[in-house]
């Protein structure tokens, strides 16, 4: 069966969608555009989208090195699993606009976003990047030097949950300004409540992959990816301990604003 479109015409459903607001009216595209809604691994404007790159053209300031981890990541088998740089970008611009100096990562990948954030940060500023993989992030250490910022970056290769256990056990709750949430997503909601407790009040959660390319409209029985971010999802709809705002922007990304 197909979603209903509440009454509004089916242009105008497919207008949306396209321009990336349907979140805004009530997911209103659904089922029947899958294609324009939730395509490719950049949400709801398409990848090869002249619209998306229309916002790349003229929105994207990304600094020469973060531009060459970029395109070094992208010949990787798993490219895809990198942030998108205009997503990076903002997460760059709310680290500046709250003046952080701490802030954590779960999930490392290449390091662009831990590259991001610390060219931001000011020079006694850090990253505590969490991930299990030190493989991948090999690859963006050379550039985190080149760029002058490897200092900045704390690199803690085992399981996030035990990193984020240790800096809570090392009297280190709320002293955190910025958390970014990008690894497995069964463990999305341990990780929430434990940057939750990190932050300090006005601090900011970002959550990547909010969306997981569509699943979480109708998640099934065995994706337990996509279980534990709908689940997340609905949960941070009702938390009265933070303001939230779910953008159509990558694969999507809630901003959680502790209060």
């Not at 009216?25 to 989208?49: C, D, E, Q």
């Not at 680290?95 to 100096?101: E, G």
């Not at 990047?129 to 050379?142: F, H």
């Not at 256990?165 to 300004?177: M, N, P, R, V």
Request: proline fraction near 5%; hydrophobic fraction near 45%.
């Amino acid at each position: 069966s197909k979603m209903p479109f509440l009454g509004v015409p089916k242009e105008v459903a497919v207008g949306t969608a396209m321009l990336g607001v349907a979140f805004a009216t009530g997911m209103l595209a659904g089922k029947r555009y899958p294609s324009l809604v939730f395509g490719t691994p950049s949400g709801m404007i398409g990848k090869n989208s002249p619209l998306r790159q229309y916002i790349l053209d003229h929105s994207l300031r990304e600094h020469p090195i973060l531009k060459k981890l970029r395109l070094l990541t992208a010949d990787h088998p798993w490219g895809r699993m990198m942030v998108s740089c205009e997503q990076a970008q903002l997460m760059a611009n709310l680290v500046k606009l709250i003046k952080a100096k701490k802030v954590i990562e779960v999930g490392v990948f290449t390091g662009y976003n831990a590259l991001n954030m610390a060219l931001v940060l000011p020079d006694d500023g850090r990253v505590i990047a969490c991930d299990i993989n030190e493989d991948y992030a090999k690859i963006g250490r050379p550039l985190w030097k080149e760029a002058g910022v490897e200092h900045k970056i704390d690199l803690r290769i085992k399981p996030a949950i035990q990193t984020l256990d240790e800096l809570l056990a090392s009297g280190e709750a709320e002293t955190f300004d910025f958390a970014f949430i990008d690894a497995d997503k069964e463990n999305y909601n341990e990780y929430y409540e434990k940057c939750l407790r990190l932050i300090k009040k006005g601090g900011i959660i970002a959550i990547d992959n909010v969306f997981w390319n569509g699943k979480v409209l109708k998640p099934r029985k065995g994706d337990l990816a996509a279980q534990s971010i709908h689940r997340l999802n609905e949960k941070l709809l009702r938390d009265a301990r933070v303001n939230i705002s779910m953008l159509p922007m990558g694969d999507g990304v809630t901003l959680a604003f502790k209060l």
